[in-house]
Each structure stands twice: as C-alpha cells, then as structure tokens.
C-alpha cells in the first residue's frame, strides 16, 4: 500500500536528509507512529507523504522526525 492509497494521508517537508540511509531513518521512525501504513520519502525534495488508517499528530511526526535526527521544515 502506498501513502496516497491510506485513509489518512499527510504531507510534511522534512530538512537535512543527504542520502538513501537518511531516507531509510526517517521512514523507521515515522513507520513506527502507531497507525501508520506506508511512509514515501522524496530525498531531493524532502518531502514525506505519510499514509495511516488514523488521523496523525503533527507532533508525533515532528518528534519521530527528530528521534531520525532532523527536523521538519516550517
Ligand atoms: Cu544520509
């Protein structure tokens, strides 16, 4: 299942990620928010669309970001 196929998709930008093994960190701590399903990351543009069967919490993707070691932009 991709993001856009969820029930409840979110789009954030995320700052700082530089390859495929950041990439890879934001998707397993964002994949780890209970409810998520899918999590499609764009490295050039930073943006991350996040599907899950619930609605998300801004500050739990914020603080899975940061756990991943980078932030979201404003
Ligand atoms: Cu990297």
């Known amino acids: 299942m991709t993001a856009a196929e969820s029930s409840n998709t979110v789009e954030v930008t995320v700052t700082g990620m530089t390859c ?3 990439v890879a960190s934001v ?3 964002i994949g780890e928010i209970p409810g998520v399903e899918a999590v499609d990351v764009d ?3 930073g943006r991350v669309t ?3 069967s619930a609605p998300i919490e801004h500050s739990a993707i914020a603080t899975a970001v940061d756990e991943a070691g980078y932030a979201l932009a404003e």
């Open 27 to 29: 998707r397993e701590e």
């Open 43 to 45: 490295l050039t543009s």
């Open 20 to 22: 495929e093994h950041c």
């Open 50 to 52: 996040i599907g899950a």
